[in-house]
């Protein structure tokens, strides 16, 4: 009885303490989470009211930048954003189905051949910049000797080569081949897992239940006992559909892209920020930037999501 | 009737599962014609590469283009860690940088992170799913949006020019916090109770029980933010002008953007330098990455 009694009593007092030793434990982790995630975005948000060059005190402008942004910014109207819808779009979204199908093929082979082919799909998107720079470079080099160009002088297809990373009709093409090819990433290894953990029993049930197909067999079984991995997997696609803005100025080696072709929001933010010094026209951008993928991260938990995620 | 149902029926049965088959079967086959194409497009570009690292300087520039070398030398390595940069810093000292770098990144990464979610995952407060909310919410964040406002928390913080810059940006990722988190969901509280009980203090439980237990997590999370922080250009663009501060990263990408001739095979050992520990890595933690990614779904 006695110690039964202890106990409660230390279980109770330990119980009192949990908050702040929850706390405590929380706040090395929360630190760098505020200054470098948490108070950007509360200045992005500050600044962009903003006219701010650096040199002087920030002069507040209203919603000067955001006027200026949908009315006069003719370089973004007409190039920036186009190109950034149609580049997310793709990368994302379109990324983010091949991933599953590849996956899915891959969970309907032995274990052996399936991990091999899966470390070859997965190698590109560990590379880092500086490698797919490097190697895409060399591919659609703009002399002979370049791959792309040999390969299609020797086809036939081409008589002279073509400098295809000056080509703005080109450019954002080969952005979007190289950015898929590098996009199997941690989001891809999820599904495989998902996939691999769907309960056998479901599919057995299914087929009694008169499933006729292997297409229904994905539709109906393996993608709704897989909700969780399909969410994180199109949250991961969605950011790094917004992360790659590095690789038109990587294939380009400068920033602009030629005619803006490549130009993504991101190079833009960057255009304004660290190459013009508006950083009250660049913050209003990035909060610009954070909306739209916010909003895309919103209809990915429409789809996926169990519970409306609260926030 | 009846016989022709059970036909059906049975046309449509199970068949047991095709999911993860142990037999090679011929319905594979479409498969194979699917994804060997696919691999290929996917590594042979790797290959070429890794080749042109070893190819000598003739067959650099030999027409038709290489893929595979049919020479291998180690002089384009050589060249490039005799290289100064134009500042007079060695490449060694840039390497050396990435190293001390790296460690302290990823250490401190996976001791906050696992701290952090031991506590949003054992510990009753009130605030505990309202956090854990916010960092599911802070997945989506996308660092390059705020460069600018970062830059800005960097100087006012009295960071710019110091190792510091390099760090701290990078030890809070919200992805591996969520991944460990997960994780630690599955221990049993029962466990953790008892390790109290026996007059175990937080440290201790974390340091016998959760660390041990969710290995693969942390696995997993080092090769996340290792990828990260080596390949990373951010902190030597943007806080960094001091150039014996800056990192492998940084110098190779900056050698690799020099379009001269006689870089090519340089550039390419440079790529390959900046690759191998992420394959290696990789490599050895395969098992265990996939293992937390069957935990990985968001709820």
């Known amino acids: ?311 | 009737m009846r016989r022709k149902t059970v036909k059906t029926r049975q046309r449509n049965s199970y068949s047991g599962s095709r999911i993860n088959p142990s037999r090679f079967s011929r319905s594979q086959i479409k498969f194979y014609l699917l994804l060997l194409p696919l691999a290929a497009f996917m590594v042979i570009p790797v290959i070429m590469i890794v080749n042109r690292a070893f190819m000598p300087l003739g067959e650099l520039h030999a027409f038709p283009p290489r893929i595979i070398a049919s020479n291998y030398t180690l002089n384009n390595f050589k060249a490039l860690f005799r290289l100064y940069s134009t500042t007079g810093v060695p490449m060694s000292r840039y390497l050396f940088n990435s190293v001390v770098i790296t460690v302290l990144t990823v250490t401190l990464n996976l001791l906050i992170s696992v701290t952090g979610a031991y506590a949003l995952s054992k510990k009753r407060f009130r605030l505990k799913d309202k956090l854990f909310s916010l960092n599911q919410l802070a997945l989506m964040f996308v660092p390059t949006a705020v460069a600018v406002p970062r830059y800005i928390v960097i100087v006012n913080s009295g960071m710019l020019n110091t190792l510091w810059a390099h760090i701290l940006p990078l030890v809070a990722m919200p992805v591996v916090l969520f991944l460990i988190k997960q994780f630690t969901d599955q221990i049993p509280d029962a466990l953790i109770e008892a390790a109290i009980i026996d007059g175990a203090g937080d440290l201790t439980i974390i340091r016998r029980i959760i660390i041990p237990l969710t290995r693969p997590a942390l696995a997993t999370a080092a090769v996340l933010s290792f990828q990260l922080v080596w390949g990373t250009v951010e902190a030597s663009n943007n806080f960094i002008t001091d150039d014996s501060l800056r990192t492998l990263a940084f110098y190779l990408n900056a050698i690799s953007t020099n379009v001269s001739v006689s870089a090519a095979g340089m550039t390419a050992a440079a790529s390959l330098i900046l690759f191998l520990p992420n394959l290696i890595i990789f490599i050895f933690m395969q098992s265990q990455v996939m293992n937390t990614m069957s935990h990985s779904g968001i709820k």
């Open chain 1, 1 to 311: 009885m006695s110690s039964l009694s202890i106990l409660k009593n230390r279980k109770k007092s330990i119980k009192k303490r949990e908050g702040l030793r929850a706390g405590l434990l929380l706040l090395p982790y929360a630190i760098p989470f505020s200054m470098f995630i948490l108070v950007p975005v509360a200045v992005a948000i500050v600044l962009s009211f903003t006219f701010f060059d650096v040199i002087n005190r920030p002069a507040f402008t209203g919603l000067l930048n955001y006027v200026s942004i949908f009315t006069q910014d003719t370089v973004f109207l007409k190039n920036v954003l186009p190109n950034t819808f149609l580049y997310a779009l793709v990368v994302g979204p379109g990324g983010y189905v091949l991933s599953f199908l590849v996956a899915w093929m891959l969970t309907q082979l032995q274990r052996v051949p399936r991990t091999i082919l899966a470390l070859c799909i997965y190698t590109p998107s560990m590379l880092g910049s500086v490698f797919i720079g490097v190697v895409w470079r060399a591919v659609f080099s703009g002399d002979q000797a370049g791959i792309a160009n040999y390969l299609l002088m020797e086809m036939g297809i081409l008589d002279q080569p073509l400098q295809f990373l000056l080509t703005p009709d080109y450019f954002m093409l080969i952005m979007i081949i190289v950015s898929l090819w590098s996009a199997m990433g941690i989001g891809f290894l999820a599904m495989i897992s998902g996939i691999l953990n769907v309960n056998e029993e479901l599919y057995e049930a299914a087929y009694v239940d008169g499933l006729k197909n292997r297409f229904q067999e994905i539709i109906y079984i393996t993608i709704p006992s897989m909700k969780p991995q399909m969410l994180f997997g199109a949250v991961m696609a969605i950011v790094n559909a917004f992360n790659m803005g590095w690789i038109g100025v990587t294939l380009a080696g400068a920033n602009p892209t030629p005619n803006y072709a490549g130009q993504l929001i991101t190079n833009h933010i960057d255009d304004y920020g660290f190459i013009r010094y508006e950083m009250g026209y660049a913050a209003a951008l990035s909060v610009v930037l954070l909306l739209v993928v916010y909003l895309f991260n919103r209809l990915a938990y429409r789809f996926f999501g169990e519970k409306e995620e609260r926030a």
